[in-house]
């Protein structure tokens, strides 16, 4: 099992950048296969970006690609999301999650372990 939790989240203005940060503990981080997600008010979780185990496969949903950077420390156990030319669109609580079986899933329900979120606001 691991525990997760993100920090680094606040208040930006639109064309500005903020970077997250997900500290994981518990079992080894590298089992893990890492993705952030995130819920805008009034909307449904929706994939962000993941991560292979060894940071060298990333994906992006393709309303940040471009714009969003992931990448994980292992040596660290944290995961990061480097976030670029926000959008008050990109308002939302961010997540965090591991997954530990094969292949890259983008469904929340293929992710078995999650952070408590972390509140991103972009103001236009």
């Known amino acids: 099992q691991v525990q997760l939790v993100e920090s680094g989240g606040g208040l930006v203005q639109a064309g500005g950048s903020l970077r997250l940060s997900c500290a994981a503990s518990?079992?080894?981080?590298?089992?893990?296969?890492m993705g952030w997600f995130r819920q805008a008010p009034g909307k449904e979780r929706e994939f962000a970006a993941l991560?292979?185990?060894?940071?060298?496969?990333?994906y992006y949903a393709d309303s940040v690609k471009g714009r969003f950077t992931i990448s994980r420390d292992n040596a660290k156990n944290t995961v990061y999301l480097q976030m670029s030319s926000l959008k008050p669109e990109d308002t939302a609580v961010y997540y965090c999650?591991?997954?530990?079986?094969?292949?890259?899933?983008?469904?929340?329900?293929?992710?078995?372990?999650w952070g408590q979120g972390t509140q991103v606001t972009v103001s236009s």
């Open positions: 999650a591991a997954r530990s079986g094969p292949y890259y899933y983008t469904a929340q329900k293929d992710y078995a372990y």
């Open positions: 518990g079992r080894t981080f590298s089992d893990y296969i």
């Open positions: 991560i292979n185990r060894i940071g060298t496969i990333t």
